[in-house]
């Protein structure tokens, strides 16, 4: 029952957050909005028993990646979305669109059997699903390969940054000139 | 105890959401954002479906954490390059707006 409770509290938080980031027209409080989203999921992962997962959602999403969105809307002075005649096509084809994916997800999902598992974390079997040891031994051992492959990626996604991010080399040729 | 249908419906409509947001808005940074919000309900079911094999005994059940661990990092890299590409935009255009970026070249 507890159990319920929490996921509905949290389940709503989480979708209003998602709709709060739809209406919103800055996006500094589009960034905040996802903020929320992103911790209530991070409740949600331990009520499924992830207690890894969920703290790295905490760190990792609702921390670092969304420093990094606050920080580039501050750097690039972001101001309020302006309408054009854009915005108006797609909002008249966005939200049916949208509106047709869920209901057509949702009934798949409902209509298919298998989805009734009754899920939780009961009393007796509360010990260790999803800790950091039982996770580490099965990504150091099956999944070391993409492990390492993660490793190059990231990697190449930071070169990546400091290429794309730095000034090319003839505007600061000018800037020096003048 | 709450069946799995819950949580993929919950899912599906984070999904949704994103897919709203990446159609509707008009701003660069939170059309980035609102990938971010599809990837967390994807994120969201991957977990409740290693829950469903836990209860069901599979010893590979696991692996749903795994790969969204997988996920966040290749996540973190995207964010990384994207706002690195949303920065060099905004140096040659001077918007934010997607209506306006409609050349490849300036």
Same mark, same amino acid.
């Given at each position: 029952?507890?159990?319920?409770?929490?996921?509905?509290?949290?389940?709503?938080?989480?979708?209003?957050?998602?709709?709060?980031?739809?209406? &919103?027209?800055?996006?500094?409080?589009?960034?905040?909005?996802?903020?929320?989203?992103?911790?209530?999921?991070?409740?949600?992962?331990?009520?499924?028993?992830?207690?890894?997962?969920?703290?790295?959602?905490?760190?990792?999403?609702?921390?670092?990646?969304?420093?990094?969105?606050?920080?580039?809307?501050?750097?690039?002075?972001?101001?309020?979305?302006?309408?054009? &005649?854009?915005?108006?096509?797609?909002?008249?084809?966005?939200?049916?669109?949208?509106?047709?994916?869920?209901?057509?997800?949702?009934?798949?999902?409902?209509?298919?059997?298998?989805?009734?598992?009754?899920?939780?974390?009961?009393?007796?079997?509360?010990?260790?699903?999803?800790?950091?040891?039982?996770?580490? &031994?099965?990504?150091?051992? &099956?999944?070391?390969?993409?492990?390492?492959?993660?490793?190059?990626?990231?990697?190449?996604?930071?070169?990546?940054?400091?290429?794309?991010?730095?000034?090319?080399?003839?505007?600061?040729?000018?800037?020096?000139?003048? | 105890?709450?069946?799995?249908?819950?949580?993929?419906?919950?899912?599906?409509?984070?999904?949704?959401?994103?897919?709203?947001?990446?159609?509707?808005?008009?701003?660069?940074?939170?059309?980035?954002?609102?990938? !971010?919000?599809?990837?967390?309900?994807?994120?969201?079911?991957?977990?409740?479906?290693?829950?469903?094999? !836990?209860?069901?005994?599979?010893?590979?059940?696991?692996?749903?954490?795994?790969?969204?661990?997988?996920?966040?990092?290749?996540?973190?890299? !995207?964010?990384?390059?994207?706002?690195?590409?949303?920065?060099?935009?905004?140096?040659?255009? !001077?918007?934010?707006?997607?209506?306006?970026?409609?050349?490849?070249?300036?």
């Amino acid at each position: 029952m507890l159990h319920l409770i929490l996921f509905s509290v949290f389940g709503l938080i989480c979708v209003a957050g998602a709709v709060n980031l739809l209406l &919103q027209r800055h996006p500094i409080n589009s960034a905040l909005s996802l903020v929320v989203v992103m911790g209530s999921l991070a409740v949600e992962y331990l009520l499924l028993g992830a207690e890894f997962v969920a703290a790295i959602q905490v760190i990792v999403y609702a921390g670092a990646i969304m420093v990094l969105f606050v920080f580039v809307i501050m750097l690039l002075n972001a101001g309020e979305e302006e309408h054009s &005649q854009g915005s108006h096509v797609a909002w008249l084809i966005g939200i049916p669109g949208a509106l047709a994916v869920t209901v057509i997800i949702c009934w798949a999902l409902v209509r298919s059997e298998g989805t009734a598992v009754a899920l939780g974390v009961t009393s007796e079997s509360s010990k260790a699903f999803g800790n950091a040891a039982d996770i580490s &031994q099965l990504l150091f051992h &099956q999944f070391l390969l993409p492990f390492e492959v993660t490793s190059i990626l990231v990697l190449i996604a930071i070169m990546g940054a400091v290429v794309l991010a730095a000034r090319p080399e003839s505007v600061r040729e000018t800037k020096r000139e003048g | 105890m709450i069946s799995l249908s819950y949580y993929l419906v919950l899912s599906a409509i984070l999904f949704a959401c994103g897919v709203a947001g990446f159609l509707i808005k008009r701003n660069i940074i939170t059309i980035f954002m609102s990938i !971010e919000l599809m990837l967390n309900g994807v994120n969201l079911s991957f977990v409740a479906f290693a829950a469903k094999w !836990e209860m069901l005994g599979n010893k590979l059940a696991l692996s749903g954490h795994v790969f969204v661990f997988f996920v966040m990092v290749v996540a973190a890299a !995207e964010a990384a390059v994207g706002l690195a590409i949303i920065i060099a935009v905004f140096r040659t255009r !001077e918007t934010l707006n997607i209506d306006q970026v409609n050349l490849l070249k300036l």
